[in-house]
């Protein structure tokens, strides 16, 4: 009896050990794009056991477009030995790589301050070198998600903003401070996004006014350090701005003749702080305000919105401005508010104001 289990759990691996190499024949058969779009859901960890099953497998791990390399854990949770074997890995997958091209690169790493000032500097000057490889073979997204247990000042490497295939650049930086480029950089980039970043004066802002001609959607997630936001641009189309009640801007200044889309959401404590939105976008078509309405609010007039969403943090004193604000909006296909905005806007009505500032019609076909 003993004997025949054996046979029958012998045959058993022999069965499977024949679907495992079919399954690693059909894989490999499969198109480039085909087996490039599989292996784009994998980790970098994941794509690396990939590349060890065959010759094929080999090459289809060195030459996909996408690489998402991430190492955000805790130190509690990984010793130092296994993040250099980590880093080791990627350190030969790049070299072997050859030319072949990358269209996204991903990085999330943690830099533990509880590691000594020369490994720290080891890790920067590593990570750093990948970015420059991947700037090297003409990436084209670029998202860098960087952690530090303490503040610190960060530059990003020049190359980035100098690179002439990049077109979306995505930076996450927790409590790190954003150093800005050279103004004589000039960038192709056409889609921006910071996200918790801590930066020290208008010097960015300034770089994105001045250098990024092509520049059509912008993103800016929890910015802080600076009271002062000014985006001017002369090409951009859509801009997104998320500031709630931690973050230290007061005064949002928005510029742009080809603005078509403006989402803001910002939150705050009920404050005498005085705090101002500007904003000149006079072919503006999809206006979304969240959160509270400003002390001081110079919108000009809206005069080809197609879709308008209001849905205001009701304080229980911003009645006028919301009129000020329906104030500003002269048509409007679809109207969308809450129940906040809806209350202030009845609080109005029963004091008596004009009816043409609360009143948004359709828009004329």
């Avoid at 078509?260 to 702080?273: F, G, L, N, Q, V």
């Amino acid at each position: 009896m003993g004997r025949k289990r054996k046979l029958v759990a012998s045959a058993s691996c022999v069965a499977q050990g024949a679907c495992a190499e079919n399954a690693i024949g059909r894989f490999s058969n499969l198109p480039d794009e085909v087996a490039y779009r599989i292996l784009s859901f994998l980790t970098f960890k994941g794509l690396t056991r990939v590349g060890a099953v065959s010759k094929r497998c080999r090459q289809f791990h060195l030459s996909v477009p996408l690489v998402s390399f991430d190492s955000s854990c805790k130190p509690h949770r990984v010793t130092n030995q296994k993040r250099v074997r980590l880093m080791s890995s990627l350190d030969r997958c790049l070299f072997y790589r050859g030319d072949n091209r990358m269209q996204v690169f991903r990085i999330r790493w943690s830099f533990f301050t509880s590691e000594p000032a020369s490994k720290l500097s080891d890790d920067h000057f590593r990570v750093f070198t990948w970015i420059h490889n991947a700037v090297r073979w003409n990436v084209e997204e670029l998202y860098l998600y960087f952690s530090h247990g303490e503040t610190n000042t960060i530059a990003l490497p020049s190359c980035i903003f100098l690179s002439q295939s990049l077109r979306s650049l995505s930076v996450k930086l927790y409590a790190m401070i954003l150093e800005a480029p050279s103004l004589s950089f000039s960038s192709n980039l056409h889609y921006l996004q910071l996200e918790h970043v801590k930066v020290v004066d208008e010097r960015f802002f300034r770089w994105i006014a001045r250098s990024c001609k092509f520049i059509k959607e912008l993103k800016l997630l929890n910015i802080r350090g600076i009271q002062k936001i000014t985006v001017e641009s002369s090409s951009l189309e859509y801009f997104l701005c998320r500031i709630d009640k931690f973050d230290d801007c007061f005064h949002l200044n928005i510029s742009g003749k080809k603005l078509e889309s403006i989402d803001i959401s910002w939150t705050s404590y009920e404050s005498t702080s005085i705090k101002s939105l500007t904003i000149f976008a006079p072919n503006l078509k999809n206006l979304k305000w969240e959160g509270s309405l400003k002390h001081s609010q110079n919108l000009g007039k809206f005069m080809n919105l197609e879709k308008l969403e209001i849905l205001l943090d009701f304080w229980g004193n911003e009645v006028d401005k919301v009129c000020e604000f329906l104030g500003s909006v002269c048509c409007a296909e679809v109207l969308t508010i809450n129940e906040e905005t809806m209350k202030a806007k009845l609080a109005a009505t029963c004091a008596g104001p004009s009816p043409e500032i609360l009143t948004v019609t359709p828009k004329p076909t």
